[in-house]
């Protein structure tokens, strides 16, 4: 069964305020153990802030390190879940539920 990455965006402007980002963490819980009972869970994860992030690009025998991001916007990579769904429609509706709970945009994107 193909497997889907469910990438979480979030602005760079910082996390809710504690209660609410709680009450999305018990929301989102609660989603993915729906996740497990279905069998679609495989792993998911939370990123630290893209401010955080390095880049490696490696051209001939130079290689260039970077802080930072890849790519310079107002929303980056946040978190992802990785699920195993019978289609693009099925692992769709995952990323729809998390869309509701965040507020954020889901990309769904099938792996190789």
Known sequence: MPQYLLGIYQPDSGAPEPEVLADIAARL???TDEMKAAGAWVFSGGLHPAAAAKVVRAS???VLYTDGP????KEHLGGFT????PDSAAATDWARR???ITTLPVEVREFH
């Open 70 to 73: 890849f790519a310079e916007g």
């Open 29 to 31: 819980e609660a989603v």
């Open 82 to 85: 990785i699920v195993t769904a």
């Open 60 to 62: 001939g025998d130079d």
């Open 98 to 100: 998390i869309s509701e």
